[in-house]
């Protein structure tokens, strides 16, 4: 731009601007234009706004876990608040439709009919079959039951000795019965091989569990084989012991494990000896 065209626009503006300062109307309008901004601000800061955002209107939230959940939803809609129901599934160490966590936590400063989630304890309780777990190490048998969602009540030594320390010998509930979740199981465990001695009865000829018992009342255990070619259960009921190994007469350490060879007693007898035979120097005999 040329420096005189430039000096007469500057010119112009000068004059405009001294004309518009001189204008009384000008100067009504800038005053009434700022108190309207002015008490606008004020009506929506201090009037509006704190009514739309409930401004400095705060709820201190109540403790209601433990309590059941009609009178917690009652407690906090009696505030102005809003209550959400979540449901967990039932855990047996609470108390049915109880509360067990809020959130907010209490003592939590919310605005009125802010919503507050409540979990409940009303899922459906879960069954579970008990697991076998004779025969594990202590600890992998606590393991595998508490893995079910099982309680371990206690855990006592076996008062009739046992070969393998340290491992489960006896349960109870027994194994494959159907127990609620958080049930209680207790075990039994090995402490060893006894330091006296036992000498093995004859057993042969008698029912699985009444030579079992007989064995157990002489401080000893037994492990039960089946017969060759047999499908059946060794442990039923009606099996019978054909041969036992050691021989009867043998002296043994207390908790010693002997074998039961069996057969049912509907099916015939097998017509060929068993494969197994019981050498006089078997380790652990005697010792």
């Known amino acids: ?37 002015g008490i606008s601000y004020v009506l929506v800061n201090d009037l509006l706004m704190p009514k739309l955002t409930r401004q400095g209107a705060h709820l201190q939230v109540p403790n209601v876990v433990n309590r059941p959940y009609e009178q917690a939803r009652n407690d906090l809609e009696a505030l102005g608040l809003h209550v959400e129901r979540i449901v967990q ?43 076998d777990v004779v025969g594990l190490s202590l600890r992998e048998a606590v393991n595998r039951l508490r893995a079910q969602g099982l309680h371990i009540e206690e855990t006592l030594p076996d008062s009739i000795p046992a070969p393998n320390r340290n491992t489960v010998t006896g349960q109870e509930p027994a194994a494959g019965d159907t127990l609620t979740e958080g049930a209680s199981v207790s075990l039994w465990y090995s402490t060893g091989l006894g330091i006296g001695y036992s000498t093995i009865p004859d057993i042969t000829g008698l029912g699985i569990n009444q030579a079992q018992d007989s064995l157990l009342t002489m401080q000893l255990r037994s492990i039960v084989i089946s017969a060759p070619d047999s499908l059946s259960d060794p442990n039923a009921p009606d099996s019978i012991v054909l041969r036992q190994s050691p021989a009867p007469g043998t002296r043994v350490r207390a908790g010693f494990e002997v074998r039961l060879h069996t057969w049912q007693a509907e099916q015939p007898e097998p017509d060929r000896p068993f494969p197994f035979r019981f050498e006089e120097n078997e380790p652990g005999v005697g010792l």
């Open 1 to 37: 731009m040329p420096p005189e065209t430039a000096k007469r626009l500057l010119s112009r503006t000068e004059s405009y601007i001294r004309t518009l300062l001189r204008n009384p109307y000008w100067w009504g309008g800038l005053i009434l234009l700022t108190a309207f901004l």
């Open 89 to 131: 599934q039932y855990n047996p160490a609470f108390a049915r439709d109880v509360v067990v966590d809020q959130n907010p936590l209490p003592s939590a400063l919310v605005k009125p009919e802010r919503h507050i989630y409540l979990t409940i304890n009303s899922g459906e309780l879960r069954h579970v079959v008990v697991s």
